[in-house]
């Protein structure tokens, strides 16, 4: 038991958590494709219970949990490998790496899974969904960004697809993504609403180079004064100043 592990360590935690990582790549390396997933998880189980910030292997769990085994997917590996992303998001709440491969595996692998009713489907995917855009708002790399924007105009509702592609388009510096923002954002709410959405973040630089061009536009976008005129833009236009 885990327990064992930290009483054994003699209050040197994150080595001995380091000498149990290394065993269980060697583990798993001598097995490919014939893991033993239950004890994948009693591996990872091992390691973060010696250091629960050790964020590796919540990721390389999540996955070998699943893929390092032979044969068919079961429901019980699908159960065994999201019980240890929820972990380390437990830890670790806003990795876009954890909430990105939780997601996907919520919203594909649980679809193409025995065992699985309509119902846990629909309400996995849903949530897949919401932790993919979850990760594209947390730092995930363009090409994860831009999967977020087609999954969640295909399943989330019309508002939260539009929150989300209004904040991705506002954000976003990378015009390959902006472009596939547009053009979504476009088709479901008409390219006037893209065009706010661009002049609101062409006032919002503008007024970043003006006050305060040193500070990084994200924090920026925390810091700013109340008075601002993007305060509220919705209510009324915005005029150039």
Do not use: C, N
């Amino acid at each position: 038991p885990p327990s064992y592990l930290r009483a054994m360590s003699l209050g040197y935690r994150e080595a001995l958590a380091d000498l149990v990582w290394i065993r269980a790549l060697v583990f798993a390396g001598e097995r490919l494709g014939e893991v033993d997933t239950d004890m994948v998880e009693r591996y990872v189980e091992g390691i973060t219970a010696l250091a629960p910030r050790f964020h590796r292997p919540y990721l390389w769990g999540g996955i070998t949990a699943i893929y390092g085994g032979s044969g068919t997917i079961q429901r019980a590996m699908v159960e065994r490998s999201a019980k240890i992303y929820r972990a380390g998001l437990r830890e670790f709440p806003d990795s876009h790496e954890l909430l990105y491969a939780l997601g996907m595996l919520l919203t594909h692998q649980v679809s193409s899974t025995a065992g699985y009713s309509d119902a846990d489907k629909q309400a996995l995917a849903a949530e897949g969904v919401d932790l993919i855009r979850k990760a594209a708002a947390h730092g995930a790399d363009p090409l994860v960004r831009r999967y977020a924007a087609t999954i969640i105009t295909e399943h989330a509702t019309d508002a939260l697809a539009r929150q989300f592609l209004e904040s991705q388009l506002a954000s976003t510096d990378d015009e390959a993504h902006r472009r596939l923002l547009r053009r979504k954002l476009g088709a479901l709410t008409g390219q006037e609403e893209v065009d706010r959405v661009e002049r609101t973040r062409e006032a919002f630089m503008d007024e970043l180079r003006r006050t305060a061009p040193y500070v990084p536009d994200t924090l920026y976008a925390v810091i700013r004064s109340e008075g601002s005129p993007l305060a509220d833009d919705r209510a009324r236009p915005l005029t150039p100043p």
